[in-house]
């Protein structure tokens, strides 16, 4: 029977992390301080900003030289060409630009705007300071991950999020971007429904749901809580990458 409850925890208490922190040791010292003790099965979601500054990020934009190709494309798309250069950095390529919009298949192969490179929640207004994500974030959720069980003794998955927006609907919402301990994709292909008619297509972006859920606390402004415990979710388990997710070119009908 699938769970009929489910909870999640904000964890207050997590500092303003800098690059080189160990954000094991701060997770589980805001843990400890919050009388919260990790369970099996618990998923620690983490949003990508403490992950990329931990990992130092972070690129101060006055120390970039935009190159022959980011000036024309700044000048087409209104952007600041050193912005534009940087987004050029982390991505493979452009798939649609417009003025103010850029959206580009990361170097990592996530399709979002301006290859996820961002200024909110890094430094203050004003500030030319930007931060992109990380190098491989389906990497960084493992090691979280190591980190946490070899203190905790128990068997959690850790996602890694980050807000996009979706090609049919406005707005942005929290997807998972790195995974660890889960498949990220629940298979229900096979299994009957309440009538007895096998699932014929049904996969279910079970990490996305989990990304989406924990935003509810995480927020995207000043909310300041950069990691959600969510307990007694129903995922299945295993060696997963976010990645997976990922829809090949051969099945891509709109690119």
């Known amino acids: 029977m699938p769970p009929t409850t489910l909870t999640l925890h904000a964890v207050p208490g997590i500092p303003e992390i800098r690059p080189g922190d160990d954000l094991v040791h701060i997770l589980l010292t805001a843990l400890d301080a919050n009388r919260f003790v990790l369970a099996a099965g618990d998923v620690v979601v983490v949003t990508q900003k403490i992950v990329s500054k931990a990992e130092g990020a972070l690129i101060d934009l006055a120390t970039v030289t935009p190159s022959t190709r980011a000036r024309s494309l700044a000048e087409e798309v209104d952007k600041d060409p050193r912005l534009v250069e940087v987004i050029l950095r982390e991505s493979r390529t452009v798939v649609r630009k417009r ?17 996820g490179v961002d200024r909110s929640n890094v430094a203050g207004e004003g500030s030319e300071v930007v931060l992109t994500l990380p190098l491989d974030p389906d990497a960084s959720a493992r ?7 070899a203190a905790s003794g128990v068997d959690v998955a850790v996602i890694i999020t ?28 096979g299994r009957p429904d309440r009538f007895g008619y096998r699932l014929r297509s049904t996969t279910v972006a079970r990490a996305d749901e989990l990304a989406a859920a924990a935003g509810l606390l995480s927020g995207q ?24 997710l990922q829809r090949p070119p051969e099945k891509d009908l709109f690119r």
């Open 143 to 149: 090691r979280l991950r190591e980190g946490l069980m």
């Open 162 to 189: 980050d807000s996009h927006g979706r090609a049919w609907r406005l707005a942005a919402i929290n997807l998972a971007i790195g995974v660890a301990g889960m498949l990220p994709i629940d298979d229900l292909r």
């Open 99 to 115: 003025s103010g919009t850029l959206i580009t298949e990361t170097r990592h192969g996530w399709i979002c705007a301006n290859a």
């Open 221 to 244: 402004a000043d909310e300041g809580y950069p990691v959600v415990i969510v307990r007694g979710a129903d995922y299945p388990r295993g060696d997963g990458a976010a990645t997976d």
